[in-house]
């Protein structure tokens, strides 16, 4: 790498030249000698380039800010220099926050280039949520893919957000730390249900019931009918004081995904056991898609006041108790 001619050097060499050959020829090596340092000096990256160095660019911080950090760690030879072609290109005011990677010497053009893009320079995995997995679940898979998550400490700082980390397919930073994770997810969330957090206001709802009613449907029911027919069913056992009998929150309050429901549940002691508490649980118990969160909000109006998933995968109705158990014994026994 060409290295950084000095102030003094130049103007010796300069001297030099300057008492031993023509005027013409001092002129010309002058202006080569000032192209070479403008070249080390603008289109090279600093001698003690730190390769492999991890720079944190904090949220919050100004641009200025940014570019004395980095010349500090001699990513750029000048922070003035990276100010002002940010100011005459406008990226002062575009950069991206978050940990970048400097694997190889870059001059201060490609760092303010990739400063404006948010181009970190770190490898990333891609991680898919599907409908209805819960806090638990997501913890699980991520504790296989990010480098140094923490499933326990992931445990302990999710629970509240239950039904808030919006599932979808997420591209991550291989070192993410839980709160960027959670931080993304959340936006996402926030992003992707604006137009029902609107509609939930304008009917006066409260955004957790909702939620935790799509979560309840989510697990549910397995088609976009089948929800909001659920949605109308469970909406009118509420109306009439009636318990509503999920079975879904089984594996939540055990604590296991796995758990099949079975005859020793509705007896557990939980507020969140929908067989001896009337109501709504005390808040989601998975993550529920915008279908859920749909059909939460646009019950379909029925005469049924019972639903059961058969055997065979189908839904199947019932107006009264008598017509329930008869479809438990074709559909489930």
Avoid: C
């Amino acid at each position: 790498m060409m290295s950084l001619p000095s102030i003094s050097a130049i103007r010796s060499a300069l001297l030099i030249y300057a008492g031993r050959v023509p005027l013409r020829l001092t002129a010309y090596v002058a202006a080569t000698l000032l192209i070479l340092f403008l070249v080390s000096y603008f289109f090279l990256a600093p001698l003690g380039f730190p390769k492999g160095a991890l720079i944190e660019v904090p949220e919050d911080a100004s641009f200025g800010e940014v570019a004395l950090l980095l010349e500090e760690r001699d990513i750029v030879s000048s922070s003035f220099w990276l100010r002002v072609f940010a100011r005459l290109s406008g990226s002062d005011r575009e950069i991206h926050a978050g940990r970048y990677l400097f694997e190889h010497p870059q001059n201060v053009f490609s760092v303010l280039g990739r400063l404006a893009r948010g181009d970190h320079g770190l490898p990333s995995v891609r991680v898919t949520f599907p409908e209805g997995t819960s806090v638990q679940e997501m913890g699980t898979h991520l504790a296989g893919i990010l480098a140094g998550f923490d499933e326990t400490v992931w445990n302990e700082q999710t629970t509240a957000y239950e039904g808030y980390l919006f599932p979808d397919t997420y591209d991550f930073y291989k070192d993410a730390t839980i709160e960027e994770v959670v931080k993304r997810m959340r936006d996402n969330f926030d992003e992707r249900t604006k137009d029902f957090q609107a509609e939930i206001g304008e009917k006066g709802l409260e955004l957790d019931d909702v939620i935790t009613m799509a979560s309840l449907i989510e697990k549910e029911a397995n088609t976009e009918e089948g929800r909001h027919i659920v949605s109308g069913i469970l909406r009118s056992r509420i109306e009439v004081g009636v318990a509503l009998q999920v079975d879904a929150v089984f594996p939540y309050i055990r604590g296991n995904p796995d758990h099949v429901p079975n005859g020793d549940d509705p007896e557990l002691e939980s507020p969140y056991n929908t067989y001896l508490n009337k109501g709504l649980p005390p808040g989601p118990i998975t993550n529920p898609g915008l279908d859920a969160i749909d059909a939460a909000l646009h019950p379909t109006e029925t005469d049924y006041f019972y639903y059961l998933t058969g055997n065979d995968g189908e839904m199947y109705y019932a107006e009264s108790f008598e017509e329930h158990k008869e479809n438990r014994e074709k559909y489930l026994d």
